[in-house]
Nanobody, 119 residues
Framework: VQLQASGGGLVQSGDSLRLSCAASGRIFSSRVMYWFRQAPGEERKMVAVIRWSTERTWYADFVKGRFTISKDGAKNMVYLQMDSLKLEDTAVYYC?????????????WGQGTQVTVSS
């Protein structure tokens, strides 16, 4: 399965943005889908996670209450709805697929999509 992230862009602080992650093939029910982000000069950080089979979710504290991860099984899509965006949300966002909850290895990665939040 290949992943392709899209939906990034330049927005203002307080705006919303929805990222999409398209899978080229069927996502197996055992998969755990991730959104990570990496800001310049920083390490890649886990942002949100969803288990494909149960739709159990997890969020990093720095996005909790503002971001929502979801999936569309029929379309093999994963989304990240980002509301109340802050300057510090500026980063390249990546989707990834793994088989462990909140842990690697991550079997597939999307290419990343840039999110820039301005004041």
């Amino acid at each position: 399965v290949q992943l392709q992230a899209s939906g990034g862009g330049l927005v203002q602080s307080g705006d919303s943005l929805r990222l999409s992650c398209a899978a080229s093939g069927r996502i197996f029910s055992s998969r755990v889908m991730y959104w990570f982000r990496q800001a310049p000069g920083e390490e890649r950080k886990m942002v949100a996670v969803i288990r494909w089979s149960t739709e159990r979710t997890w969020y990093a504290d720095f996005v909790k209450g503002r971001f929502t991860i979801s999936k569309d099984g029929a379309k093999n899509m994963v989304y990240l709805q980002m509301d109340s965006l802050k300057l510090e949300d500026t980063a390249v966002y990546y989707c990834a697929a793994g088989s462990q909850w909140l842990d690697g290895p991550y079997h597939e990665w999307g290419q990343g999509t840039q999110v820039t939040v301005s004041s």
